[in-house]
């Protein structure tokens, strides 16, 4: 496999990676939804949970950013 091909493997593994995270905090907001829709506290502090998910999108379009440069070249 040349050089490449072999980031772009890496990149595509690590974009799967990024989005599995991403995947895995959506229960925290459907979670904190639900407890606004029947007026209870927040189970997870909302702030560091968007920020975390924010942070993952981040690195996911930066890292889909990379494999089009490679893609493209």
Do not use: G, S
């Not at 091909?5 to 595509?12: F, G, M, S, T």
């Not at 974009?15 to 907001?29: G, H």
């Not at 968007?50 to 070249?73: G, H, S, T, V």
Request: aromatic residues 4%; charged residues 35%; hydrophobic residues 35%.
């Amino acid at each position: 496999m040349e050089e490449k091909e072999r980031k772009q493997v890496i990149l595509a593994n690590q974009i799967n990676v990024l989005e599995a995270k991403l995947m895995a905090t959506d229960y925290k907001v459907i979670k904190t939804f639900e407890a606004r829709i029947k007026n209870e506290a927040d189970p997870y502090n909302t702030t560091d949970v968007l920020n975390e998910r924010q942070d993952i999108r981040d690195q996911i379009n930066k890292q889909q950013a990379e494999l089009a440069e490679l893609n493209n070249n």
